[in-house]
Every structure is written in C-alpha cells, then in structure tokens.
C-alpha cells in the first residue's frame, strides 16, 4: 500500500517537470509481465483489511516467488538509475522474508495503528496471517520487518518495512525521470 502513496506526488513532479504520461513509454522497460504476475501474486496471498488471503497454502513459496520475479524485472532494467533503488528496498525485503522462511515479519502493533485489527489479532493469535508472521523473538532481522505505519487516520494506511520504504521511494524517483522525454 505505501507504493500507491508514491504514485500521486511521483506523477504530479513529473508533470511539473514538463514530462508527460507517454513518455514513460518510450523508457523501453523490459519484461513488464514479471511486475504484473508478481504483484497478481502479492494479492493473492495478502490478507487485505477484514479480508483474508485468497491463497492460504504454500505462501511462502509464492511469497518468495513474487520477489524474484521483482527482482529479475529490476535486473533486467537496471539500466534506469531508479530502479536500481528500488532494487535495494527489494533485496531488504527478499533478504528478511528468505530469512523467516518467505514470511515478513510484521508487527501486530503496527498493523492495528494502521487499522488492520484484524489481520494484527490473526497474527497475535495464530503467529502469521497470508504472508506475514508474528514478529518476536524468533523471527530474524525485525528491523527489516513491518514495523514502520501510517496511522489509520490516512487514507491506505499500511504497516511497511524499510525495505518498501526504498521501493517507494525509488518509485517517486522513477515517474518523474520516465516522464521526461528521452
């Protein structure tokens, strides 16, 4: 969710900048079909408010999956200074989930400020939800975790971890260098 907070201000520098939508287009990104099934996938296995994940089994292999198929699409288009930070966002979130057995670790604390009681009760309760797990004791490298928030009062308030923090910064960073012409 905190990808969408990047979209508006990203497009909105970019048309300040003089650079237009149809622009982006002509930046050649290759393999955009990787962003797509891998976000597709993300969808499936995210417990989303007072929803749970469409697919409750085997997540963490998909969970994994979805991130390398992330990370092949910024491999392959490295070549746009942007993505290479989000590319460094996305190895700290692959390195924590690949480290916890491909979940993320979240905290229930920060979920509920966010206003995801129910997937912070889930995840106090059982000790994962979707794709994330309870972070505590036995998870590894909670600084990379969920543990950051948006308070419930913003509109696709999420619980975030660094890691989607430079994702979506690298994505604020991308718009405005893509919508300008070549």
Do not use: C
Not at 120 to 146: C, I, K, P, S, Y
Not at 151 to 170: E, N, T, W, Y
Request: no cysteine; proline share 6%.
């Amino acid at each position: 969710m905190i990808l969408l907070w990047a979209l508006p201000p990203g497009l909105l520098i970019g048309w300040l900048a003089g650079g237009r939508l149809r622009n982006i287009e002509s930046r050649h990104l290759r393999k955009g079909y990787l962003v797509a099934l891998a976000l597709g996938i993300q969808l499936l296995i995210f417990p989303l408010g007072r929803v749970g994940p469409v697919i409750t089994w085997g997540t963490e292999a998909l969970h994994l999956l979805s991130y390398g198929l992330l990370a092949l699409f910024l491999w392959i288009n490295r070549r746009h200074w942007p993505l290479v930070v989000m590319a460094v966002g996305l190895l700290a979130n692959l390195l924590v989930i690949a480290t916890n057995g491909g979940l993320m670790p979240a905290d229930p604390e920060a979920l509920a400020r966010a206003g995801s009681h129910r997937a912070a009760g889930v995840l106090q309760e059982e000790g994962h939800v979707g794709n994330v797990v309870r972070m505590g004791e036995d998870t590894r490298l909670n600084f990379l975790g969920d543990w950051l928030y948006l308070p419930k009062q913003v509109p696709l308030a999420a619980a975030f971890s660094l890691g989607d923090l430079a994702i979506a910064l690298g994505l604020l960073l991308f718009l405005p260098y893509a919508m300008r012409s070549p």
